[in-house]
């Protein structure tokens, strides 16, 4: 097996790891909002749910 072998599967485990990253944080964000706050386009909306400062 030379280097260039080693570097393709490792190039194909980075891309396995960063895919299942993707589906992760999909998975992740999906349970946390809401479908209709994720497509909305006001800009902010979602910080400003999280951040509610009261004087």
Known sequence: MDLWNILEYLAWGLSF???ALLLIDLV???TTYDNDLL???RE???EA???RHTI
């Open 49 to 51: 749910t999280q951040e």
């Open 17 to 19: 790891m960063f895919g």
């Open 44 to 46: 902010g909306e979602i």
């Open 39 to 41: 497509t909305s386009s």
């Open 28 to 30: 992740r964000i999906d």
